[in-house]
């Protein structure tokens, strides 16, 4: 009679609900061994939680990443609810492979790998929420980002202009020059002409008044000046105007190339900007990178966490009845083995013993 009741409190006070089985299966423990060790079921239930929400995290970490590149949310949640299975059946496994039989260097040796592999995740996990978080002065340092490279983009472009159209700038220049010589000559030549009318005495003048001989040879010297200018400005303007439309040609290309180059840079937002964007942030601001260092030291102690719990708990029932589980499967696989090499032998022996036996027969025949 109290045997009974003692097996039905024992039911009761043992009775597992479904949130707590949940949390059970997140932490990676067989079910079926937690059943028999409920004095383990809140530390499982505790390293299930963390798993748990690590992948929650992960999967809004992942979510807002994939928003920022593709800016469609039912990818973004898709692929946010992908990443977060992958970290949370990772984790489990993580948590899972850490046995407590053996020495403290050997659990120590196999939980090195696990807690780099969880600090990896951790930082991972940490960079999208880290943009989230500051988000704002993400976006102030974008903008500040995409008006430096205008900036730079605009001094390339000036610089190619240069360097494409400088040799037609250099013979347009000479071109120019020439006719400035050519109208010098005949603004020289009128002018002597207009002396030698006048009567105003030179070195190059007569000093007398009138038209005269000398005048008219100088009128027919600025005449002569007047056709060589017009001559080679009629004899050069096809050649100008193919000068100025190549200029124009360079200036038009490469202003198209700088309008389609700055409708790229104004899209200057994705993840890969933003990370670039906080980069630059953490180093200009000392309070925003210790933020950042802090959001990114939680995240890593969220991941590891249930690696140290396992590592620093002691030895509990669940770690004795799972030792033993798999020692008698270990056993088991053994002894069917062994039997199954005995069988083995005792055919061949069989065998090499009928064999001899059908020898002697014929021999003695």
Not at 58 to 67: E, I, P, R
Not at 187 to 206: F, M, N, P, R
Not at 280 to 298: N, P, Q, R, T, V
Request: aromatic share 10%.
């Amino acid at each position: 009679m109290i045997k009974n009741q003692l097996q039905h409190i024992s039911r009761v006070n043992h009775r597992m609900n479904w949130f707590q089985k949940f949390l059970l299966i997140c932490s990676g423990g067989n079910i079926h061994i937690l059943r028999k060790t409920p004095s383990e079921w809140n530390k499982f239930a505790g390293i299930g939680g963390i798993v748990l929400f690590t992948a929650v995290f992960a999967t809004l970490s992942a979510g807002y990443a994939m928003f920022t590149v593709f800016d469609d949310i039912w990818t973004a949640s898709g692929f946010g609810i992908l990443w977060g299975l992958m970290i949370f059946n990772l984790d489990r496994y993580i948590v899972s492979s850490i046995k407590k039989t053996g020495t403290w260097w050997n659990q120590i040796l196999m939980a090195v790998p696990r807690l780099i592999l969880a600090t990896f995740l951790g930082i991972i996990i940490s960079k999208p929420l880290e943009l989230k978080i500051f988000e704002k002065e993400v976006n102030k340092q974008l903008n500040t980002i995409i008006q430096r490279n205008k900036t730079q983009l605009q001094a390339e472009m000036n610089g190619r202009i240069l360097q494409q159209s400088g040799p037609f700038e250099t013979e347009k220049k000479q071109i120019s020059s020439k006719i400035a010589d050519y109208q010098k000559s005949y603004d020289s030549a009128a002018v002597e002409l207009e002396k030698e009318i006048l009567g105003k005495q030179s070195g190059l003048t007569s000093g007398k008044v009138g038209f005269g001989s000398n005048a008219k040879r100088k009128s027919e010297l600025k005449e002569q000046r007047r056709q060589d200018l017009e001559n080679y400005q009629k004899q050069i303007a096809p050649r100008l105007e193919y000068l100025d439309k190549e200029i124009s040609k360079v200036y038009t290309n490469i202003e198209t190339e700088r309008n389609k180059t700055e409708t790229f840079e104004d899209k200057f937002n994705g993840f890969a900007a933003r990370l670039q964007a906080l980069d630059e942030l953490g180093k200009s601001s000392a309070i925003i990178g210790l933020a950042a260092a802090f959001i990114m030291g939680l995240f890593i102690c969220l991941e590891i966490s249930p690696v140290l719990v396992k590592l620093i708990s002691s030895v509990g029932p669940y770690d004795y009845l799972l030792d033993k589980t798999e020692n008698d499967f270990r056993l088991y696989a053994k002894e069917k083995m062994e039997k199954g090499n005995a069988g083995t032998d005792w055919r061949i022996d069989d065998f090499k013993e009928s064999l001899g036996k059908g020898n002697s027969e014929n021999s003695s025949s």
